[in-house]
Every structure is written in structure tokens, then in C-alpha cells.
């Protein structure tokens, strides 16, 4: 499919997150952020190639790491941050930790709105929990972002 352009178009973007431990990972994320398991399939050996998760109106993929595809633990962390907006950020950062999941940020109230924090999860995969507390313009977030550096 094409847009009026004739480029390429974006059909569907999701993250894939490579993890040590694929099943343990799925029950983390089902039991942390509510995630129903859409499909999976598997190797002979029974590590997953590819599971699809979704979690409210996102979806995410999940596969065990294996020789082309690395775990972040593997290798000392992730660069990436997920970032969830959700109805109770401290809700979930608690269901996070019950499931094995380590402070990055504290839950906390932020200047620019929102109430959030940083966790890992048990895999090596950072998430930014957060959900509106206050409705700002970009203007204000953008004052009070410049008020945080002067």
C-alpha cells in the first residue's frame, strides 16, 4: 500500500522485546500490565520465535533471545524506554515490582503533568509508567521544563 505520495505507507509498528525467558516474561507482563497472549510459535525446542501480547489498544511482541537476537541482560541493559500511559501509575509499578521489576525513577508527580516513574522489568526492558494528573498546553510544559534548567 502506498500513500498519495507513491511511498511505501506504515501499515503497523510494535515493539519486539527479546528476553531471556519467554514464558516467565509473558506471565510477567500479563500479571503487571494486564497483557492477554494473542498468539505464539515456537521452535522445536519449545523457545518462543515470536508471541504477540496485547495490552489495552497496544500490542507487543515477545521472543527468547537465541544467536541473532540478543536479551538486553546479555548485554548490560537497554537504550530503549517503553513508555505506557496508564489509569494508576503507582498501581502498576507495584504490580511491576511484585513481579520482580526494579526502581529506575521513583512514581512520582512530574512538572509536565504527569504522575510516573521508570522501572525495569525482570528481563532487562525499561518502562515509563505514567498517567495525567494535570492538563497543560505545550506552552506550560515547555516553561516549566525551561524552569527546570535555569
Do not use: C
Not at 503497523?12 to 505464539?40: H, K, M, N, W
Not at 496485547?54 to 541482560?73: F, H, N, Q, T, Y
Amino acid at each position: 500500500m502506498t500513500n498519495t505520495d507513491d511511498k511505501p505507507s506504515l501499515t503497523r509498528l510494535y515493539a519486539r522485546l527479546v528476553v531471556s525467558d519467554g514464558p516467565r516474561a509473558i506471565d510477567f507482563y500479563r500479571t503487571a500490565f494486564g497483557a492477554e497472549e494473542i498468539e505464539r510459535y515456537t521452535d522445536p525446542d519449545g523457545k518462543i520465535v515470536h508471541a504477540m501480547l496485547r495490552l489495552g489498544g497496544a500490542v507487543i511482541a515477545v521472543k527468547d533471545a537465541d544467536e541473532s537476537d540478543p536479551s538486553p541482560d546479555s548485554l548490560g541493559g537497554s537504550p530503549v524506554i517503553m513508555a505506557l500511559d496508564v489509569s494508576d501509575a503507582d498501581a502498576v509499578a507495584e504490580a511491576m515490582l511484585r513481579g520482580g521489576a526494579s526502581v529506575v525513577y521513583p512514581v512520582a508527580d512530574q512538572h509536565y503533568g504527569q504522575r510516573g516513574g521508570r522501572l525495569a522489568d525482570p528481563f532487562g526492558h525499561l518502562w515509563m509508567i505514567s498517567q495525567t494528573i494535570e492538563e497543560l498546553t505545550p506552552e506550560e510544559i515547555q516553561q516549566r521544563t525551561t524552569d527546570l534548567f535555569t
